[in-house]
T-cell receptor
Framework: EAGVAQSPRYKIIEKRQSVAFWCNPI?????LYWYQQILGQGPKLLIQ????????DSQLPKDRFSAERLKGVDSTLKIQPAKLEDSAVYLC????????????FGPGTRLTVL | AQSVTQLDSQVPVFEEAPVELRCNYS??????LFWYVQYPNQGLQLLLK??????LVKGINGFEAEFNKSQTSFHLRKPSVHISDTAEYFC???????????FGQGTRLTINP
């Protein structure tokens, strides 16, 4: 079974530029999550999708971050414009969507904002 | 709202020694508890989870954890560690009825030969 795929693995941009990350979840997984992991901290949930609808985006900085999950499969997370404090690893995870299902994580995208 | 505190940011141990990584949580409702491991430049992998039943939970790679409701703790243990256990370990909590995970800040386990 293929795991959660993410691209790119690394990205370096200047502040005020825009960037997009892509995630392909495990086939059949209804729920998709985007997390932000700042160096030295645990992952923090940014947004959760159930199929192609948003379940929780309470911690997503909506003035600069946006995410979509078209057709309930792949997802894209965008930052526009980026700030220095957005430097982090962005993790995508997916699960079957039931209450205590294990979340499977992708390898992450390491973003450096200069 | 729930929260997780991992009491040690770094834990150095010698190879083949036992180890305990401490985790305390706070929640006003019943919870599920998890331990994840993150190897360098990789995503998180589930080690074990407590959903209900026996308070002693066994996971992969010889790890186990004990749920203590009165002390709101979920400490992770391994009787004998190997060099390959060097990684970052995260404790996480999910309120029953929700799918959202809240993570602690992580504990870096370093194994010395």
């Amino acid at each position: 079974e293929a795991g959660v795929a993410q691209s790119p693995r690394y990205k370096i941009i200047e502040k005020r530029q825009s960037v997009a990350f892509w995630c392909n979840p495990i086939s059949g997984h209804a729920t998709l999550y985007w997390y932000q992991q700042i160096l030295g901290q645990g992952p923090k949930l940014l947004i959760q999708f159930q199929n192609n609808g948003v379940v929780d985006d309470s911690q997503l900085p909506k003035d600069r971050f946006s995410a979509e999950r078209l057709k309930g499969v792949d997802s894209t997370l965008k930052i526009q414009p980026a700030k220095l404090e957005d430097s982090a690893v962005y993790l995508c995870a997916s699960s079957l969507g039931r209450e205590y299902n294990e979340q499977f994580f992708g390898p992450g995208t390491r973003l450096t904002v200069l | 709202a729930q929260s997780v505190t991992q009491l040690d940011s770094q834990v150095p141990v010698f190879e083949e020694a036992p180890v305990e990584l401490r985790c305390n949580y706070s929640s006003s409702v019943s919870v599920y508890l998890f331990w994840y491991v993150q190897y360098p430049n990789q995503g998180l992998q589930l080690l074990l989870k407590y959903l209900s039943g026996s308070t002693l939970v066994k996971g992969i790679n010889g790890f186990e954890a004990e749920f203590n409701k009165s002390q709101t703790s979920f400490h992770l243990r391994k009787p004998s560690v190997h060099i390959s256990d060097t990684a970052e370990y995260f404790c996480a909590v999910s309120e029953k009825g929700a799918q959202k995970l809240v993570f602690g800040q992580g504990t870096r386990l370093t194994i010395n030969p």
